[in-house]
Protein backbone atom coordinates (compact mmCIF):
# COMPACT_ATOMS: atom_id res chain seq x y z
CA UNK A 1 0.00 0.00 0.00
CA UNK A 2 1.35 3.36 -0.71
CA UNK A 3 1.61 5.36 2.15
CA UNK A 4 3.20 9.47 2.13
CA UNK A 5 3.47 11.44 5.01
CA UNK A 6 3.85 15.00 5.61
CA UNK A 7 5.86 16.52 8.26
CA UNK A 8 7.32 19.84 9.03
CA UNK A 9 4.38 21.78 9.21
CA UNK A 10 3.69 24.68 11.41
CA UNK A 11 3.43 28.54 12.72
CA UNK A 12 5.67 30.71 11.65
CA UNK A 13 6.09 34.34 11.37
CA UNK A 14 6.34 36.60 7.75
CA UNK A 15 9.84 36.00 6.49
CA UNK A 16 10.56 32.84 8.08
CA UNK A 17 11.10 29.55 6.57
CA UNK A 18 10.51 25.82 7.43
CA UNK A 19 10.85 22.72 5.80
CA UNK A 20 8.60 20.34 4.79
CA UNK A 21 9.57 16.14 4.51
CA UNK A 22 7.07 13.58 3.00
CA UNK A 23 8.08 10.17 3.93
CA UNK A 24 6.98 7.48 1.41
CA UNK A 25 6.52 3.69 1.70
CA UNK A 26 4.30 1.06 -0.55
CA UNK A 27 6.54 1.61 -3.71
CA UNK A 28 9.99 1.91 -5.54
CA UNK A 29 10.10 6.13 -5.03
CA UNK A 30 12.90 6.64 -7.25
CA UNK A 31 10.45 5.47 -9.66
CA UNK A 32 8.12 8.39 -9.44
CA UNK A 33 8.04 12.41 -10.12
CA UNK A 34 6.81 13.61 -6.34
CA UNK A 35 5.44 16.90 -5.90
CA UNK A 36 3.35 19.65 -3.39
CA UNK A 37 0.27 20.37 -3.77
CA UNK A 38 -1.21 23.09 -1.56
CA UNK A 39 -5.06 24.18 -0.15
CA UNK A 40 -5.39 27.63 1.58
CA UNK A 41 -8.25 27.37 3.61
CA UNK A 42 -11.61 27.08 2.48
CA UNK A 43 -10.21 27.05 -1.00
CA UNK A 44 -9.26 25.32 -4.11
CA UNK A 45 -6.13 23.16 -5.26
CA UNK A 46 -2.82 24.79 -6.28
CA UNK A 47 -0.31 22.99 -7.48
CA UNK A 48 3.43 24.26 -6.01
CA UNK A 49 6.25 22.22 -7.24
CA UNK A 50 7.66 18.83 -8.95
CA UNK A 51 10.61 16.82 -8.86
CA UNK A 52 11.29 14.17 -11.32
CA UNK A 53 12.18 10.69 -10.07
CA UNK A 54 16.19 10.57 -10.12
CA UNK A 55 15.86 14.36 -8.15
CA UNK A 56 17.19 15.82 -11.71
CA UNK A 57 14.86 18.30 -13.00
CA UNK A 58 12.47 20.52 -10.60
CA UNK A 59 9.27 22.61 -11.34
CA UNK A 60 7.79 25.33 -9.86
CA UNK A 61 4.32 27.64 -9.74
CA UNK A 62 5.60 31.32 -10.61
CA UNK A 63 4.57 32.50 -7.33
CA UNK A 64 6.89 30.36 -5.07
CA UNK A 65 9.92 30.52 -7.46
CA UNK A 66 13.14 31.62 -5.56
CA UNK A 67 11.28 31.15 -2.34
CA UNK A 68 11.33 27.38 -2.32
CA UNK A 69 13.08 24.61 -3.27
CA UNK A 70 11.88 20.58 -3.55
CA UNK A 71 14.66 18.24 -3.28
CA UNK A 72 14.39 14.57 -2.38
CA UNK A 73 16.69 12.07 -0.93
CA UNK A 74 16.07 8.56 -2.65
CA UNK A 75 18.07 6.56 -0.34
CA UNK A 76 15.67 7.70 2.45
CA UNK A 77 12.60 7.43 0.58
CA UNK A 78 11.88 11.07 1.22
CA UNK A 79 10.71 14.46 -0.41
CA UNK A 80 11.22 17.84 1.02
CA UNK A 81 9.97 21.11 0.24
CA UNK A 82 12.26 23.92 1.64
CA UNK A 83 10.05 27.22 1.92
CA UNK A 84 12.17 30.87 2.85
CA UNK A 85 10.86 34.17 2.67
CA UNK A 86 7.17 33.08 3.61
CA UNK A 87 4.19 35.44 2.93
CA UNK A 88 0.94 35.23 4.64
CA UNK A 89 -0.22 33.92 1.29
CA UNK A 90 1.46 30.74 1.88
CA UNK A 91 -0.65 29.77 4.61
CA UNK A 92 -1.83 26.48 3.49
CA UNK A 93 -2.46 22.51 3.98
CA UNK A 94 0.70 21.30 2.11
CA UNK A 95 -0.08 17.73 0.43
CA UNK A 96 2.45 15.56 -1.33
CA UNK A 97 1.56 13.61 -3.91
CA UNK A 98 2.66 10.91 -5.89
CA UNK A 99 2.86 12.24 -9.55
CA UNK A 100 2.04 9.45 -12.13
CA UNK A 101 3.90 8.89 -15.28
CA UNK A 102 0.78 10.39 -17.10
CA UNK A 103 1.25 13.89 -15.16
CA UNK A 104 -1.86 13.17 -12.89
CA UNK A 105 -1.56 12.74 -8.98
CA UNK A 106 -2.31 9.33 -8.30
CA UNK A 107 -1.30 9.10 -4.09
CA UNK A 108 -1.64 11.79 -1.58
CA UNK A 109 -0.22 11.96 1.72
CA UNK A 110 -2.51 13.70 4.39
CA UNK A 111 -1.25 16.70 4.35
CA UNK A 112 0.96 19.39 6.42
CA UNK A 113 -0.22 22.64 7.71
CA UNK A 114 1.85 25.96 7.42
CA UNK A 115 0.61 29.00 9.19
CA UNK A 116 2.03 32.19 8.56
CA UNK A 117 1.26 34.69 10.83
CA UNK A 118 2.83 37.18 13.49
CA UNK B 1 -0.81 29.28 -18.06
CA UNK B 2 -4.36 26.92 -18.48
CA UNK B 3 -7.00 28.45 -16.87
CA UNK B 4 -9.52 25.82 -15.91
CA UNK B 5 -13.44 27.15 -14.98
CA UNK B 6 -15.64 24.96 -13.43
CA UNK B 7 -19.10 25.22 -13.36
CA UNK B 8 -21.62 25.49 -11.11
CA UNK B 9 -19.86 26.26 -8.25
CA UNK B 10 -22.48 24.25 -6.06
CA UNK B 11 -25.12 21.55 -6.73
CA UNK B 12 -27.89 20.82 -5.11
CA UNK B 13 -29.17 17.40 -5.94
CA UNK B 14 -30.69 13.74 -4.02
CA UNK B 15 -29.25 10.79 -3.88
CA UNK B 16 -30.00 8.62 -7.10
CA UNK B 17 -29.91 11.63 -8.98
CA UNK B 18 -27.57 12.16 -12.12
CA UNK B 19 -24.66 14.91 -11.39
CA UNK B 20 -23.45 16.82 -13.74
CA UNK B 21 -20.38 18.92 -13.64
CA UNK B 22 -18.29 20.63 -16.05
CA UNK B 23 -14.51 21.94 -16.86
CA UNK B 24 -13.97 24.30 -19.13
CA UNK B 25 -10.02 25.15 -20.11
CA UNK B 26 -8.89 28.47 -21.31
CA UNK B 27 -7.15 26.96 -24.29
CA UNK B 28 -7.00 23.05 -25.36
CA UNK B 29 -5.71 20.43 -23.77
CA UNK B 30 -6.70 17.74 -25.74
CA UNK B 31 -7.75 14.99 -23.66
CA UNK B 32 -5.39 15.60 -20.87
CA UNK B 33 -7.58 16.27 -17.92
CA UNK B 34 -8.31 14.59 -14.68
CA UNK B 35 -11.23 14.55 -12.25
CA UNK B 36 -10.71 14.28 -8.61
CA UNK B 37 -12.87 14.06 -5.48
CA UNK B 38 -12.57 15.45 -2.15
CA UNK B 39 -14.53 14.98 1.18
CA UNK B 40 -14.24 17.13 4.22
CA UNK B 41 -11.07 16.44 5.96
CA UNK B 42 -9.63 14.17 3.19
CA UNK B 43 -7.02 14.46 1.08
CA UNK B 44 -7.86 14.04 -2.63
CA UNK B 45 -9.10 11.32 -4.72
CA UNK B 46 -8.05 10.65 -8.35
CA UNK B 47 -11.42 9.56 -10.29
CA UNK B 48 -10.70 9.82 -13.78
CA UNK B 49 -7.27 10.77 -16.03
CA UNK B 50 -6.81 11.54 -19.61
CA UNK B 51 -10.52 13.10 -19.54
CA UNK B 52 -12.56 9.33 -19.44
CA UNK B 53 -10.46 6.58 -17.77
CA UNK B 54 -11.63 5.65 -14.58
CA UNK B 55 -8.71 5.50 -12.08
CA UNK B 56 -8.40 2.13 -10.04
CA UNK B 57 -11.31 1.53 -7.70
CA UNK B 58 -14.16 4.19 -8.72
CA UNK B 59 -17.04 3.13 -9.09
CA UNK B 60 -18.46 2.68 -12.86
CA UNK B 61 -21.39 5.19 -11.81
CA UNK B 62 -18.28 8.18 -12.38
CA UNK B 63 -17.46 9.09 -16.32
CA UNK B 64 -15.58 11.22 -17.95
CA UNK B 65 -16.37 12.77 -21.38
CA UNK B 66 -14.94 15.43 -23.60
CA UNK B 67 -11.89 17.17 -24.93
CA UNK B 68 -10.38 20.31 -26.14
CA UNK B 69 -11.78 22.82 -23.91
CA UNK B 70 -14.88 21.34 -22.50
CA UNK B 71 -15.03 18.63 -20.19
CA UNK B 72 -17.95 16.88 -18.12
CA UNK B 73 -17.72 14.59 -15.38
CA UNK B 74 -20.99 12.86 -14.29
CA UNK B 75 -22.35 10.28 -11.56
CA UNK B 76 -25.12 8.44 -12.80
CA UNK B 77 -26.70 8.06 -9.90
CA UNK B 78 -25.91 9.75 -6.70
CA UNK B 79 -24.50 7.58 -3.80
CA UNK B 80 -24.78 9.64 -0.15
CA UNK B 81 -20.70 9.24 -0.32
CA UNK B 82 -20.68 10.82 -3.43
CA UNK B 83 -21.44 13.86 -1.93
CA UNK B 84 -18.04 15.79 -1.88
CA UNK B 85 -15.78 18.47 -3.80
CA UNK B 86 -14.96 17.69 -7.12
CA UNK B 87 -11.77 19.60 -9.11
CA UNK B 88 -10.66 19.17 -12.11
CA UNK B 89 -6.88 19.17 -13.18
CA UNK B 90 -5.23 19.76 -16.68
CA UNK B 91 -1.35 18.20 -17.66
CA UNK B 92 -1.40 19.20 -21.16
CA UNK B 93 0.70 22.69 -21.11
CA UNK B 94 3.01 22.94 -17.95
CA UNK B 95 4.31 23.66 -15.69
CA UNK B 96 2.31 25.00 -14.17
CA UNK B 97 -0.38 21.72 -13.87
CA UNK B 98 -3.19 23.77 -13.22
CA UNK B 99 -6.97 23.08 -10.78
CA UNK B 100 -10.60 24.22 -11.60
CA UNK B 101 -11.62 25.93 -8.87
CA UNK B 102 -14.32 23.27 -7.98
CA UNK B 103 -17.63 22.19 -7.45
CA UNK B 104 -19.25 21.26 -4.71
CA UNK B 105 -22.10 18.49 -5.07
CA UNK B 106 -24.23 18.85 -1.67
CA UNK B 107 -27.53 16.96 -0.60
CA UNK B 108 -30.71 18.71 -1.60
Known amino acids: EVQLLGSGGGLVQPGGSLRLSCAAS????????MSWVRQAPGKGLEWVSA????????YYTDSVKGRCTISRDNSKNTLYLQMNSLRAEDTALYYC???????????WGQGTLVTVSS | EIVLTQSPATLSLSPGERATLSCRASQSVRNYLAWYQQKPGQAPRLLIY???NRATGVPARFSGSGSGTDFTLTISSLEPEDFALYYCQQRSNWPPLTFGGGTKVEIK
Open chain 1, 26 to 33: GFTFSSYA
Open chain 1, 51 to 58: ITGSGGST
Open chain 2, 50 to 52: DAS
Open chain 1, 97 to 107: ARLWDKLYFDN
